[in-house]
T-cell receptor, first 115, second 113 residues
Framework: GAGVSQSPSNKVTEKGKDVELRCDPI?????LYWYRQSLGQGLEFLIY????????KSGLPSDRFSAERTGGSVSTLTIQRTQQEDSAVYLC?????????????FGPGTRLTVL | AQSVTQLDSQVPVFEEAPVELRCNYS??????LFWYVQYPNQGLQLLLK??????LVKGINGFEAEFNKSQTSFHLRKPSVHISDTAEYFC???????????FGKGTTLSVSS
């Protein structure tokens, strides 16, 4: 079946612009996670959604970052007034639910470059 | 708070040699442990996971890992590597509450002939 998809695969933007990154999770998965992968920093948790519950935003690095999940499915990560340090690969993952033993399935990522 | 330390950032090996990628974790609660692999220009893929029970866990592509509670380690091993195993490997932990995975910084495995 279809895996997690993300768009765009690459995004180049100018400093100060806003960007939107999209994630389509696996159908039926209620938990959705966003991570950021920076060179030398590994993977850093940003935010996760579980069903209709309020999201856990504890990993968002600043108030320029926000995310929403519409209808319990598609999610959009928005970065306002982008900075060069926002350049990274943004990964989305989904799992059946938020139980810790469940495998998270990752999308291919969106590579964001801020000039 | 949980944390994961991958002790080697890069591991170069020759084809058919054995390899061990080291991972240590810290947590005040019981955890679940995972190894993910990221091949060049691809997304992360689960190699194996430890939830409970037998401390030796077997995964895909001939990899295995051993959970050692006293040493808080979860090292990944393969007895004979192939060129195609060249990739970045991430160790991760989660807790039963299902908060997000906490990843190590990754180990780049480079296999040459």
């Amino acid at each position: 079946g279809a895996g997690v998809s993300q768009s765009p695969s690459n995004k180049v933007t100018e400093k100060g612009k806003d960007v939107e990154l999209r994630c389509d999770p696996i159908s039926g998965h209620t938990a959705l996670y966003w991570y950021r992968q920076s060179l030398g920093q590994g993977l850093e948790f940003l935010i996760y959604f579980q069903g209709n519950s309020a999201p856990d935003k504890s990993g968002l690095p600043s108030d320029r970052f926000s995310a929403e999940r519409t209808g319990g499915s598609v999610s959009t990560l928005t970065i306002q007034r982008t900075q060069q340090e926002d350049s990274a690969v943004y990964l989305c993952a989904s799992s059946q639910d938020r139980q810790g033993w469940n495998e998270q399935f990752f999308g291919p990522g969106t590579r964001l470059t801020v000039l | 708070a949980q944390s994961v330390t991958q002790l080697d950032s890069q591991v170069p090996v020759f084809e058919e040699a054995p390899v061990e990628l080291r991972c240590n974790y810290s947590s005040s609660v019981s955890v679940y442990l995972f190894w993910y692999v990221q091949y060049p220009n691809q997304g992360l893929q689960l190699l194996l996971k430890y939830l409970s029970g037998s401390t030796l866990v077997k995964g895909i592509n001939g990899f295995e890992a051993e959970f050692n509670k006293s040493q808080t380690s979860f090292h990944l091993r393969k007895p004979s590597v192939h060129i195609s195993d060249t990739a970045e490997y991430f160790c991760a932990v989660s807790d039963p509450a299902g908060t997000a995975l906490i990843f190590g910084k990754g180990t780049t495995l480079s296999v040459s002939s």
